[in-house]
């Protein structure tokens, strides 16, 4: 019985010592040992060997698998994901609620003032063209001269029915958005710098408070876009390689005890667990060649 027990004990010891040194000899040594000329087999270890290969594994594995536009898409339009933008933007337009700071003072403390001024001009710009782009779509002065002609249809029974909307349409409709369009750009550029300039100078209190009744549909209306503009830039954002790139070049950049470390911290149950099973092992082979030296 004590044979027994001295053989399973020596298989058991041989068993997890080997897995031990096995497991390693893939993180050690971090660099080539030497002997004069000749390099000794199995250095550096298997991981500090192979670590460009395994960025660049595992930089392919993080984009394809974790983070493709399709996986990150389903997880934005999940509940979870809403509810957490959701929240964010609770917080924020709370911190605007309660700040006595006027948006230039902010944007100004971001920016620097000359770069403040600059996309204050750029943003001038984009919401003047819009808005005139609009209005010129809209064709404003012929929407007019039809419901007036409408009226004159009323007024004048006896003209044939639509005649009087080809005139006034043709005509003063169509003077009407000349005109327009040679004067719009300048009112919609006198009324947005007007109001961008009193915004950005009032409090956000203030501005939050005067308009309190229309904060719900303003949130609803922010997060749509936010949603939808985050759901844009995924194909962009996620198919460009630079996920990939990042984790290449963030786990190039460690040194190898670094990675190690990282390897041996994510790894550690199951690098445990195999120790355990070399001791499991060798103390079932002890007994086998106990049992079998007892036979033959």
């Not at 950049?253 to 199951?270: D, Q």
Request: glycine share 8%; hydrophobic share 45%.
């Amino acid at each position: 019985m004590a044979s027994l027990l001295f053989s399973i004990l020596m298989g058991a010891l041989i068993g997890y010592g080997t897995n031990t040194l096995a497991v390693e000899m893939l993180f050690r040594p971090f660099t080539p040992k030497h002997i004069g000329k000749w390099r000794l087999p199995f250095t550096p270890g298997l991981i500090p060997k192979e670590q460009g290969r395994i960025a660049e594994s595992l930089g392919e594995l993080i984009e394809k698998e974790l983070f493709s536009p399709e996986v990150v898409t389903e997880a934005l339009n999940g509940p979870e994901a809403k509810a957490a933008i959701a929240s964010w933007l609770d917080t924020v337009l709370a911190t605007a609620a309660a700040s006595d700071r006027a948006p230039r003072e902010l944007l100004i403390e971001t920016f620097g003032a000359e770069e403040y001024v600059q996309k204050r001009e750029d943003l001038s710009e984009l919401l003047c063209a819009f808005f005139v782009k609009k209005a010129t779509q809209a064709k404003l002065g012929e929407s007019f001269a039809r419901q007036l002609s409408h009226r004159a249809d009323e007024w004048i029974p006896f003209l044939p029915s639509g005649k009087l909307e080809d005139v006034y349409v043709n005509t003063l409709g169509k003077l009407i958005d000349r005109e327009l369009a040679k004067s719009l750009p300048e009112i919609v550029e006198t009324y947005v710098y007007r109001e961008a300039g009193s915004f950005l100078g009032t409090p956000l209190s203030v501005t939050m408070k005067k308009h309190e009744q229309e904060l719900p549909r303003l949130k609803d209306s922010l997060l749509g876009l936010i949603h939808t503009a985050i759901l844009g830039a995924l194909p962009q954002l996620l198919g460009s390689g630079e996920i990939r790139k990042l984790v290449v070049n963030r786990i190039n950049s460690l040194e190898p005890r670094e990675l190690n470390a990282l390897l041996k911290g994510l790894m550690k149950k199951e690098l445990h667990a195999i120790e355990w099973l070399g001791a499991l092992l060798g103390g079932i082979l002890g007994a086998v060649t106990y049992f079998a030296g007892k036979v033959f």
